[in-house]
């Protein structure tokens, strides 16, 4: 508790100093003018007033009070008014669980979710939000690392739910090629859809693909009894959290327009959830007009304009405010890119526990990703970005008082981290940005620009060196990061492949990007030990030579595979897309308002869930 009240109280101050190098930079609005939490903090500024002041101790309290009005209890009811905090429920102030099992454990994984944003944002929230409640009452990771360079979705949830590297899961892209196409690793032909009608015939997802048990597996095994939700927007965000059974497993179909799972899982969904997850449901949401929750705040932390050059106006949804689904060409696809898609995972999440017994522990699992989606079209100093975190954070505070009410404070736990980060836009100067940079950000802001390289490109300069070498049809594609060789290219004896390796890496050296050629199936069974973050050891970690790609094509630092003047991206080995935060709040267990700055490795994920589980 010491150092979250340290950083309370050194928040103000820094908040302050913000604001006015804001100002210099582009001055927008009075003083007076500041949203409530802004304003709350500005005016305490120990530079101008005395803490001690009565006057200002009362605006404090007004305005934590205006900030912790309930919303609605229902888990799928919307409040009524929109209000920045809507938790109002008290933080347990003497924990009494303490022997590792909980009546509810939640395993948060909020996608694209870098360290380095989270260093420089989460003294910016309301007191009263979401993150400021997991640090008072949890301790927060700040610089927790991935050992390898593939920093993808379907990669990074399978190494936190398994405690392992894609060399030892196998989960080793979010795409491969296979049998002439790209498809989705966690893709299986041999399963079919599930929806609220019933079994349909688009293929299904399953775990077929990882090698390695994830923690929902020995939970289930130890616990048979136990319920186990795993809930995403992305099935690759689903599919590892929950394990080879949950109870139920969904996630979002754009084309379908609605929440499906696959027979690999179930072959019926349960009745509770079919009214809340078909078009029926979901329709409503893209009605509503994605506005700014703040629009005075989200303007004074942005470091961009609404419409930045390089924002996407992807299907038509809009490069600047105001955003509507319904309005796109494509709604459901627009959906994904709205804080309502993490809205409504965390409502289904608290219809799963309303529809447990008591008796029975439940993991819930749910993977949060509209920051992904939004973050990539927009960038993540954005204003739609800042939003997302805003209204993130107030769904987590309501999610988090909704849990208190049904289950009480110190009968649930959670952790939550990331899969991987992001990089700026390369149209936001680095001038710009460092400006309000904070000097020994954990995770590393990139501080150069960045640029994207076209796959394209890429693909083309390859096949043009390999019909130099040995002519046509060693190439097949490249489906980043990997350059997949053709059934001709595959058997090409050793000396010929060499050539073929040879010519590659001599052509794509000339590309200022690309950092270094990988062979996929020259590396080790066996890699370097975690310590090791060179360029190498990240690859190494990073492949399965019976899987992917057989060309790893590492970027140099700030490079990221994008299309031109189109949005941004990861994928890169810096620590910008490496190091993400874990916040663990578990009542009896983590202590209560510490901060860990030293880098931990991604193990730490799988190995606090396994605790706060009571796994043996």
């Not at 700030?558 to 299309?563: D, N, Q, V």
């Amino acid at each position: 508790m010491r150092q979250f009240n340290d950083e309370v109280t050194s928040r103000r101050k820094r908040l302050g100093e913000f604001i006015q190098r804001k100002r210099a930079f582009a001055p927008k609005t009075a003083r007076g003018d500041l949203p409530l939490p802004v304003r709350h903090l500005y005016v305490i500024k120990a530079s101008e007033r005395s803490p001690m002041n009565p006057r200002l101790s009362a605006i404090g309290l007004l305005s934590l009070m205006a900030c912790a009005a309930q919303t609605s209890p229902s888990a799928i009811q919307r409040p009524a008014t929109p209000v920045l905090a809507p938790s109002a429920a008290p933080a347990a102030s003497s924990p009494t669980v303490n022997h590792g099992a909980y009546q509810v454990t939640v395993a948060l994984v909020v996608d694209q979710l870098a360290a380095w944003v989270t260093t420089e944002r989460l003294a910016r929230l309301p007191l009263s939000g979401g993150f400021a409640r997991l640090r008072k009452e949890g301790t927060w990771y700040q610089d927790v690392r991935f050992g390898y360079a593939i920093t993808e979705t379907a990669p990074g949830h399978a190494s936190l739910y398994s405690g392992k590297a894609p060399h030892e899961h196998g989960i080793v892209a979010n795409e491969i090629w296979t049998q002439g196409h790209a498809a989705g690793i966690v893709v299986d032909e041999s399963t079919r859809l599930v929806t609220a009608e019933g079994e349909r015939p688009e293929f299904g997802a399953s775990l077929k693909a990882i090698k390695s048990e994830v923690v929902a597996d020995r939970y289930k095994r130890q616990n048979p009894a136990a319920r186990v939700y795993s809930l995403s927007i992305k099935d690759r965000g689903a599919v590892f959290g929950g394990g080879q059974h949950p109870d139920l497993a969904l996630w979002f179909d754009s084309k379908l327009g609605q929440f499906v799972s696959s027979n690999a899982f179930t072959q019926r969904l349960p009745d509770w959830v079919l009214p809340a997850i078909g078009q029926a449901a979901i329709k409503p949401r893209l009605e509503q007009v994605w506005m700014p929750l703040d629009s005075n705040w989200v303007s004074e932390m942005s470091i961009t304009n609404d419409d930045q050059p390089g924002e996407t106006d992807y299907a038509q949804y809009g490069a600047k405010f105001p955003h509507q689904p319904s309005h796109s060409s494509q709604p459901f696809v627009a959906f994904r890119a709205n804080p309502e898609s993490d809205r409504m995972l965390l409502e289904l999440g608290l219809l799963a526990i309303d529809n447990t017994p008591k008796e029975r522990p439940v993991l819930l699992a749910i993977s949060l990703s509209a920051n992904d989606y939004i973050g990539h079209l927009f960038g993540p100093d954005s204003r739609e970005a800042w939003d997302e975190l805003l209204r993130l954070d107030t769904s987590l505070a309501w999610f988090f008082a909704e849990l208190d009410r049904r289950r009480g404070p110190e009968h649930w736990a959670a952790v939550l981290s990331a899969d991987h980060g992001i990089v700026p836009l390369p149209e936001v100067s680095r001038v710009q940005a460092n400006q309000f940079h904070e000097a020994g950000a954990i995770g590393a802001r990139p501080q150069e620009v960045t640029e994207r390289l076209r796959p394209a490109l890429l693909e083309k300069a390859a096949t043009k060196a390999a019909e130099k070498a040995l002519g046509k049809g060693e190439i097949a594609a490249f489906v980043d990061p990997y350059l997949y060789l053709s059934d001709k290219g595959k058997g090409l004896d050793p000396t010929r492949r060499a050539k073929l390796f040879a010519a590659i890496t001599a052509e794509l050296s000339k590309v200022t990007a690309v950092a270094k050629v990988f062979d996929t199936s020259a590396f080790a069974a066996d890699c370097p030990g975690a310590a090791d973050e060179s360029l190498d050891a990240l690859v190494c970690r990073s492949v399965q030579p019976s899987r992917g790609g057989d060309f790893f094509i590492a970027l140099k630092p700030s490079y990221f595979f994008g299309e031109e003047q189109s949005g941004t991206n990861h994928g890169n080995a810096e620590l910008s897309d490496r190091s993400v935060p874990l916040l663990v709040r578990a009542p009896g267990q983590a202590e209560a308002g510490n901060v860990v700055s030293s880098p931990q490795s991604f193990e730490l994920f799988s190995r606090e869930l396994e605790k706060l589980l009571n796994l043996h």
